[in-house]
């Protein structure tokens, strides 16, 4: 499996999740990667980006609620989500960064915050 994300539910606004993703060595190892997302009838949104070296940056909308990590000896990475609204209600997924270089999309993996 080249990217697959897990992590994913139905949580109460306020709360928090924290999202994994596996990638395949060749997309981890090569580029930056990105947690992006996808919300019904919204086009697709990059969330959080980091750098192979760990240096991170966030979309406004996010910041100072997300984090977002990789373990680089896992090809994993992972994206805390604290303070959850409504509106961060969308499917998510991981890719390379900046989205000229993403792979297959894979199915992500849904957050659902009630109000």
């Known amino acids: 499996v080249q990217l697959q994300a897990s992590g994913g539910g139905l949580v109460q606004a306020g709360g928090s999740l924290t999202l994994s993703c596996a990638a395949s060595a060749r997309i981890f190892t090569s580029n930056p990667m990105g947690w992006y997302r996808q919300a019904p009838g919204k086009q697709r949104e990059l969330v959080a980006m980091?750098?192979?070296?760990?240096?991170?940056d966030y979309t406004d909308s996010v910041k100072g609620r997300f984090t977002i990590s990789r373990d680089n000896a896992k090809n994993a990475v992972y994206l805390q989500m604290n303070s959850l609204k409504s509106e961060d209600t969308a499917v998510y997924y991981c890719?390379?960064?900046?989205?000229?270089?993403?792979?297959?999309w894979g199915k992500g993996t849904l957050v659902t915050v009630s109000s």
């Open positions: 980091i750098t192979r070296t760990g240096s991170a």
């Open positions: 890719n390379a960064y900046p989205l000229y270089l993403a792979e297959s």
